[in-house]
């Protein structure tokens, strides 16, 4: 569980995934440069204060993104619309990196939620 686990997956992945994944994970920590990298559940995840905030993967035709909370993808249901839903996470385009202005509100949302 490292930031160096977090490196060799995001190193392995094939284009275009590697450059959206990588691009994500530098907004994420834009937004929020407290965040610790993790590798956890076999995937790239963001904790502060122990507590899990963010999560992207890789999959075979898409990537996906948890805020680590259910009630947070309720509440951005409208912003999340076009997005394949499931659960705590979304699906996004493998060539398409997630909107920099969702991305602050999903972690403000579980920021909030964590206080």
């Not at 963010?54 to 509440?75: V, W």
Request: aromatic share 8%; glycine share 4%.
């Amino acid at each position: 569980m490292s930031f160096d686990e977090v490196n060799a997956y995001l190193d392995a992945l094939p284009e275009p995934k590697k450059s959206t994944m990588l691009e994500v994970r530098k907004a994420i920590l834009e937004i929020e440069p407290r965040l610790e990298q993790v590798f956890a559940w076999r995937s790239p995840m963001f904790k502060l204060d122990g507590k899990f905030v963010a999560g992207i993967c890789a999959h075979k035709n898409h990537l996906t993104y948890s805020p680590q909370s259910k009630d947070i993808m309720e509440r951005l249901a409208k912003e999340l619309d076009g997005f394949v839903v499931s659960g705590s996470s979304f699906q996004f385009a493998i060539d398409q990196p997630l909107p920099k202005e969702l991305l602050k509100k999903l972690i403000a949302g579980r920021l909030s939620e964590m206080e």
